[in-house]
């Protein structure tokens, strides 16, 4: 499934989790993203389910973890939603 972030929002994930067993997915966001096609702003990344769960899983122990409310905050924002695009893919029909 293709997911979209922000160019911010993949950078800042990347920074954040770039120490976690979330390894192959920040891989695939550094260097198989693609611009969006409609908002230079976005990136497209092609995810399996269960790795954009992992990439959810991870951002959502930052946010109830990480000490800096900014930090907290964002992977808040960014987590909810990866997690809206998830039960979209997970709908589907």
């Known amino acids: 499934m293709k997911i979209e972030l922000s160019t911010y929002e993949k950078n800042f994930v990347i920074a954040l989790l770039q120490r976690t067993t979330a390894q192959r997915v920040l891989?695939?966001?550094a260097s198989a993203s693609t611009p969006h096609p409609d908002n230079g702003d976005y990136i497209e990344c092609e995810l399996t389910i269960p790795e954009?769960?992992?990439l959810v899983?991870?951002?959502s122990y930052e946010v109830n973890h990480n000490r800096?409310?900014?930090?907290?905050a964002e992977a808040n924002d960014i987590a909810e939603s990866l997690e809206d695009?998830?039960?979209?893919?997970?709908?589907a029909k």
């Open 85 to 91: 695009q998830l039960w979209s893919a997970k709908h």
């Open 68 to 72: 800096k409310k900014r930090v907290a």
């Open 27 to 29: 891989d695939k966001l």
């Open 52 to 54: 954009l769960e992992d």
């Open 57 to 59: 899983g991870e951002l």
